[in-house]
């Protein structure tokens, strides 16, 4: 039974870990699809 124990959360572990990583590489693949830079000011742009 311990054993059995062991593997299901070897699993739960594994699908956790997995589900992890296509979040983040999904996180990933929509910041580079968005055009917008973050790090401007708009209030520069204004002065200019």
């Not at 572990?13 to 983040?24: D, I, P, Q, S």
């Amino acid at each position: 039974m311990k054993a059995f124990r062991r593997i299901a959360a070897a699993v739960t572990m594994l699908l956790l870990a997995f589900k992890a990583v296509a979040t983040f590489m999904s996180w990933i693949e929509k910041q580079e699809s968005s055009e917008v830079d973050a790090w401007i000011d708009e209030d520069e742009f204004e002065d200019a």
